[in-house]
T-cell receptor, first 118, second 112 residues
Framework: DAMVIQNPRYQVTQFGKPVTLSCSQT?????MYWYQQKSSQAPKLLFH???????NEADTPDNFQSRRPNTSFCFLDIRSPGLGDAAMYLC?????????????????FGPGTRLTVL | QKEVEQNSGPLSVPEGAIASLNCTYS??????FFWYRQYSGKSPELIMS????GDKEDGRFTAQLNKASQYVSLLIRDSQPSDSATYLC????????????FGGGTRVLVKP
């Protein structure tokens, strides 16, 4: 089955210790997104890739970086995690249709990675 | 005014009843609207998308869109305990570059 996969499902790190979260997809979608979701809050978009083009949200801290080495994989790097970065990190994908202005939007989510910072 | 507003709930409904969830949004020119279901500790799952005014039905779910009133709703008919979850409204706001902007979600509790 075509899907969005995230690894690991649970990640524990220490304050200030860099961590990398992984997302892969077999949907062949050209847009990949990273969201942060804290308890009882809405998902918050951090950034997205449209093919190789990186798009950062204005309020995403510099501590968060992303890489997309190929169509299938996208990584979220947190350079120096703080206690406030503990959250669920969600990867999503979408496949815009040519000529459709709102085609960014039907997104499919992976299972998420729960990050704990000690 | 928040960009996307939902009543946080919980919305408690008896099994077999209709659950009615509401969502208002700020961007008058938005064209795409989505409902996601999220179980506790899980990721959001797309359950409905709607682009035109009126009703769209899919199984026990009906989405209703009124662009003039900037209002989108979700009805869950014959509610089941397995429908107990948080439902996220997510318009593609033009002002946000057509990216999804999630509401805070409505928590639904279906009681047997």
């Amino acid at each position: 089955d075509a899907m969005v996969i995230q690894n690991p499902r649970y990640q524990v790190t220490q304050f200030g210790k860099p961590v990398t979260l992984s997302c892969s997809q077999t949907l062949n979608h050209n847009v990949m997104y990273w969201y942060q979701q804290k308890s009882s809050q809405a998902p918050k978009l951090l950034f997205h890739y449209y093919d190789k083009d990186f798009n950062n949200e204005a309020d995403t801290p510099d501590n968060f970086q992303s890489r997309r080495p190929n169509t299938s994989f996208c990584f979220l790097d947190i350079r120096s995690p703080g206690l406030g970065d503990a959250a669920m990190y969600l990867c999503a994908t979408s496949s815009p249709l040519a000529g459709e202005s709102f085609a960014y939007n039907e997104q499919f989510f992976g299972p998420g990675t729960r990050l704990t910072v000690l | 005014q928040k960009e996307v507003e939902q009543n946080s709930g919980p919305l408690s409904v008896p099994e077999g009843a209709i659950a009615s969830l509401n969502c208002t949004y700020s961007d008058r020119v938005s064209q795409s609207f989505f409902w996601y279901r999220q179980y506790s500790g899980k990721s959001p799952e797309l359950i409905m998308s709607i682009y035109s005014n009126g009703d769209k039905e899919d199984g026990r779910f009906t989405a209703q869109l009124n662009k003039a009133s900037q209002y989108v709703s979700l009805l869950i008919r014959d509610s089941q305990p397995s429908d107990s979850a948080t439902y996220l409204c997510a318009p593609g706001l033009v002002a946000a570059g057509n990216k999804l902007t999630f509401g805070g979600g409505t928590r639904v509790l279906v009681k047997p």
